[in-house]
């Protein structure tokens, strides 16, 4: 096994080498460039027939390779099935020609052909980079090409790691490898399960040579102790010693969760419960074979230290299950992400530490069987633990009761389901659900902290408008810039539009820290220049401007000339003053006025997540719905909650608590000057919270399963020898089982399609009142020749708030006449 890991890790950091990366893209060119060459074929030959339907073929030939086609008919564009490329590239010369190019937002690879009154263009997509880092837009390369994300393609090819040809030897591109010997977190999940296997085989080669050598050892007991001390030793030497480095460097055992060293990470997890796991089974085996039993004369202690045992790992394993769960990446609607590995993982992970326990109801089963105490004993003792828990441990009172119902409902089924050796059906059934119901009301109840942390902290960021370090920062860049030569020398040198120079050097000069954060925008004034505001045109003055907005909206902050802007309740802006040396050719001293602009709520819904950058974020906002009241009214809302207009609706619900209203959970925080923001999220629903059921259901079902026949081997040959009395107990746990699966089914199926036909139904009821609001505005015009698009942009922008959707406008051509949100199509996103 490990020569199987060895040869896993050595081939991948081999395929993921630099050259191997390079070769492989290089040899990935020419062999797509004869794949379009080939296409390009054929495409000849569907158009020769004027007369026939080429659309249909083309697509069936093009579109299942993800291959990219604008062909021309002289000057008209008569084919095209992507508008990722934009469809102005006849600046190519005719004939054969291949190349790589940037459009928009990827690399492509391109070959142009000329036939004819013909010309084909045919693009394979390279690789894709977005200007903004979020699930929607991953910027992943073509495994067809490259075989790492992290890569950098340019046109500077000097300037590049390596250069790539083509078929003439005439450099097309650069290539730069970010991340050296890189391996993929897919690659790092299977060196994990190989390892995880070498690490079964291990105990189980363990568990051979304590059974091949118990006669010599002296006593069975003793051999157990020594087994549990050998597993412990192994836990260690592989914990200090950090083997093996590629997986311990990994993803896999970063620190995630509030516990003990060890069990902190999720590669530690399933390590050290694999180990329990061995340690439960032996034991398990010794009470079973009697090698362990309860005396007559101490069966009260025995049964009472037997029932604190059982009692302890529970609560140890609900304690586990709650850590674990606070410790993932929830949404606030979804719950946990399960497209994350590492929370599905963690799942799993719940439905092994419940193995462990199982074993241990197992083996209180035989214990208690031959010195039998009462079924009341056993349930007063089992409140006295109860009351003596949370009485130390208040906090924890929860897991205690869960703890508590637990154990008293596996006494009830042992008490109804005596112990023999035909294998009862019925009875693991009852436990299955035992065990699948209080660990999902774990999960819920964890789920449910975790959100409402996750929110009580979103609350917390949106409601400081300030930045510390950005204040900072501009202290020690305004002392400075005030005797900064070169601030003067490019206002001088780009008198007409210095901001654009400025701006970089600034940033670059003084901005680093906070340039990828912030959008940075300067301003250069002279005395008597006018600003043009967009998009309504009109002239103000420039010192002008920025004074009237220091004085309606600014507050003073710590630093001098730095005010901090109060006119936008979704986002941070600030605007800095500073003032350069004066100018040598006029003598005239300038004010630099200085824009900090910086976003983490977007406006509306759909688009504006795409135009989130989550590497400048501190928390996904994604999925809340939140308000900000000034002066009792409404002055800025986000999200599908619809919160009244007035602070009336909500001022008699508590400030700094959870409260719920309308099938929301709602948190209300009241600044010093009377501002209240509200952030809400949806309740989750009785169906989800019963999802989770059967999903650990259908788990822990399946693992049972595998455990029964990998450790109890001999009983396997008893279910094919079934009475009618078992037949019938198999009958009804299929039944059951089905039945449960059914649901899990149901309901995930019924969620999907009711959110999919909720978002449509919202779409078509706000097209329709935009379409409305549209025709009554421009009801005079009858051509889109006739709509000015700086007229309409206002206009649908107005909409947007309105009906919080993004509006884009287009002729019957297709062609964009307005939209709401430029942003989007100004980087180039659509």
Not at 319 to 340: K, R
Request: with cysteine.
């Amino acid at each position: 096994m490990l020569v199987i890991f060895y040869a896993t890790e050595y081939g991948t950091k081999k395929y993921h080498s630099d050259q191997h990366i390079k070769d492989r893209f290089q040899n990935s060119l020419k062999f797509q460039r004869a794949n379009l060459i080939d296409k390009t074929k054929t495409i000849t030959e569907i158009l020769k027939d004027p007369e026939k339907n080429y659309w249909p073929s083309l697509e069936r030939l093009l579109d299942p390779e993800q291959i990219f086609a604008q062909i021309y008919f002289e000057d008209s564009l008569i084919f095209w099935n992507s508008n990722l490329v934009q469809n102005d590239l006849d600046y190519l010369y005719e004939g054969e020609l291949d190349t790589i190019i940037r459009e928009k937002t990827a690399w492509y690879q391109i070959y142009f052909k000329s036939t004819g009154t013909y010309r084909v263009f045919l693009f394979k997509l390279i690789k894709a980079e977005y200007p903004f880092e979020n699930k929607f837009l991953p910027s992943k390369a073509n495994r067809e090409f490259l075989s790492s994300d992290q890569v950098e393609l340019t046109v500077n090819i000097k300037s590049a790691q390596y250069a790539i040809v083509n078929d003439q030897g005439v450099p097309v591109i650069g290539l730069t490898i970010k991340h050296h010997n890189d391996i993929g977190n897919n690659i790092i999940l299977l060196l994990f399960f190989i390892y995880i296997l070498f690490y079964i085989l291990l105990v189980l080669w363990l568990n051979k040579l304590y059974n091949k050598y118990a006669h010599v050892l002296p006593g069975k007991r003793t051999a157990f102790l020594l087994f549990i001390i050998d597993l412990a030793l192994l836990r260690w030497l592989d914990f200090y010693f950090a083997y093996p480095a590629v997986l311990k460097q990994s993803f896999l055992f970063e620190p995630g969760f509030d516990l003990i060293p060890g069990l902190n990470s999720i590669g530690d997890l399933y390590l050290t419960t694999i180990l329990l796991i061995a340690v439960f089974i032996k034991f398990n085996k010794l009470v079973q074979r009697e090698q362990i039993n309860a005396g007559k004369k101490y069966r009260y202690l025995q049964h009472f230290v037997s029932l604190s045992v059982l009692w302890l790992l529970a609560y140890g394993v609900f304690y586990l299950d709650q850590s674990i769960i606070s410790g993932l990446s929830t949404n606030p609607v979804i719950g946990i992400q399960f497209s994350d590995p590492i929370n599905l993982l963690a799942v799993f992970i719940n439905v092994l530490l419940n193995v462990v326990l199982f074993f241990m109801v197992r083996s209180m089963n035989y214990y208690s069987g031959k010195y039998s105490v009462s079924f009341l004993s056993k349930i007063l003792f089992t409140v006295f633990l109860t009351i003596v828990f949370v009485t130390g441990f208040p906090s924890y009172h929860l897991i205690a009761y869960i703890t508590s119902g637990f154990v008293v409902l596996i006494l009830v089924v042992v008490q109804l389901f005596s112990e023999n050796t035909q294998i009862r059906f019925i009875r693991y059934l009852i436990y299955l659900i035992i065990f699948a119901a209080a660990n999902a009301v774990v999960i819920n109840i964890a789920e449910n902290k975790t959100k409402d942390f996750n929110q009580a902290l979103t609350a917390d960021y949106l409601a400081h408008k300030d930045d510390p370090e950005l204040e900072s920062i501009f202290h020690q860049a305004a002392q400075q810039v005030s005797s900064d030569s070169v601030v003067s020398l490019i206002i001088d040198n780009y008198w007409d539009n210095p901001e654009a120079a400025l701006n970089e050097y600034l940033k670059h000069r003084y901005f680093d820290r906070i340039a990828f954060t912030y959008d940075i925008q300067v301003t250069v004034c002279m005395s008597g220049e006018l600003l043009e505001i967009q998009p309504e045109g009109i002239l103000v003055g420039c010192h002008e401007y920025f004074e009237d907005l220091i004085r309606d909206f600014g507050d003073s902050t710590s630093v001098n000339d730095l005010y901090l802007q109060n006119s936008t309740p979704e986002s941070i802006y600030y605007i800095g003053v500073i003032k350069p040396p004066a100018l040598k050719h006029t003598d005239e001293e300038p004010l630099v006025y200085i824009e900090f602009y910086f976003t983490y709520v977007p406006e509306g819904v759909g688009y504006p997540e795409l135009l989130v950058d989550n590497s400048t974020l501190t928390y996904d906002l994604s999925g809340y719905s939140f308000a900000k009241y000034i002066n009792n009214n409404l002055v800025y809302k986000f999200g599908d909650f619809a919160y009244h207009t007035e602070y009336s609706s909500q001022s008699d619900f508590p400030a700094n608590e959870f409260y719920n209203d309308l099938n929301y959970r709602h948190l209300k925080l009241v600044s010093a000057d009377g501002d209240v923001l509200i952030i809400s999220r949806p309740i989750a629903k009785i169906q989800e919270k019963l999802a989770t059921f059967s999903i650990l259901f259908l788990l822990m079902g399946a693992v049972a399963f595998l455990i029964f026949i990998l450790v109890f081997r001999s009983d396997v040959f008893a279910v094919f020898m079934l009475s009618f009395r078992t037949r019938l107990q198999v009958f009804f746990i299929i039944t059951i089982s089905v039945i449960i699966f059914v649901i899990a089914l149901i309901t995930a199926y019924y969620a999907e399609y009711n959110n999919k036909e909720r978002v449509i139904t919202q779409l078509n009821e706000k097209t329709y009142s935009v379409l409305i609001e549209l025709q009554h505005k421009l009801g005079g015009i009858t051509s889109p020749e006739q709509i000015k698009t700086e007229e309409l942009y206002p206009l649908l922008r107005k909409f947007s708030l309105v009906f919080f959707s993004d509006i884009n406008m287009y002729d019957p051509s297709g062609k964009l006449i307005a939209t709401s949100r430029p942003e989007v199509f100004r980087t180039g996103l659509l």
